[in-house]
């Protein structure tokens, strides 16, 4: 991979000496859903994970990394964060909050270290991919990786799924 190519978290992967695999893809009319991302470079859905930050009552800042076929539980992420209720931050927000755009939030590398929640289905296989901090870009680690470079926890936080009948 060019030099420049590089971005934010993956620069402080290797500043830990962290292994990694890059994913490259290109959007798709405008697609960048992760279920989408995860179809396009070949890799199995369930370990893909998406990067949500949300605001507590409290007025701080969390992260929720979730699987991309799954939703996040805001009931559940606030009782994580210890919060009374948290709720998704604006779009627009997200830029100066953790210096990502939507479509390339990695929870590597944002602005400042906010605490993380990720779901505990990430343990199932012990890899982990998530956004390499630009759309297009996606990186393959170890969740034990991640968690080294990322204040962070294994919860439940997933909504829980309606079995159709």
């Given amino acids: ?28 009319d405008g697609k960048t859903d992760g279920v ?57 927000d997200l830029l100066k909050t953790t210096g990502y755009i939507h479509g390339g939030c990695s929870p590597i590398g944002m602005k400042k270290s906010f605490k993380t929640f990720i779901h505990v289905s990430a343990s199932h296989s012990g890899r982990i991919v998530c956004s390499g901090g630009r759309i297009g870009m996606q990186v393959d680690l170890l969740l034990e990786d991640l968690m080294k470079v990322v204040d962070s926890e294994l919860v439940d936080i997933a909504l829980e799924k309606i079995e159709e009948i």
Avoid: C, W
């Fill in 36 to 92: 989408t991302v995860a179809t396009t470079v070949g890799i199995d859905p369930a370990i893909v994970f998406k990067t949500l930050v949300t605001k507590g009552n409290s007025g701080d800042y969390y992260v929720y990394v979730v699987p991309v076929g799954e939703s996040l539980d805001l009931k559940k992420a606030a009782k994580a964060a210890g919060e009374k209720k948290v709720e998704m931050i604006a779009q627009k």
């Fill in 1 to 28: 991979m060019a030099k420049n190519k590089k971005t934010n978290a993956m620069r402080i992967l290797d500043r830990y000496k962290i292994q990694y695999e890059v994913h490259e893809y290109t959007v798709v």
